[in-house]
């Protein structure tokens, strides 16, 4: 059985620390909830590079944030 993407250990890390504080006013990039709720437009952002604000994530981290929304999003 393939390995699930969760929240915990595969999408909290690739938000650092900075970009947390830096999207505070949108989305609590800490919160699974938050994420979860707002999967939508944070990967919106991320797909078309306007977050993190200091230039975009990588295509493969992209796509797992957009998997893991589409198996569920798992915590």
């Known amino acids: 059985m393939a390995e699930q993407t969760s929240f915990a250990t595969d999408i909290r890390p690739l938000f650092r620390d ?17 994420v979860r ?7 919106g952002r991320l ?10 994530w990588p295509a493969a981290d992209v796509q797992r944030f957009r998997s893991w929304l589409d198996a569920g999003a798992l915590p």
Do not use: K, V
Request: with cysteine; proline share 3%; charged share 25%.
């Open 18 to 34: 900075r970009d947390i504080q830096s999207m505070r006013s949108s989305f609590d990039l800490a919160s699974y909830e938050d």
């Open 47 to 56: 797909a078309n590079g306007t977050m993190p604000c200091d230039g975009a």
């Open 37 to 43: 709720t707002n999967g939508e437009a944070i990967y």
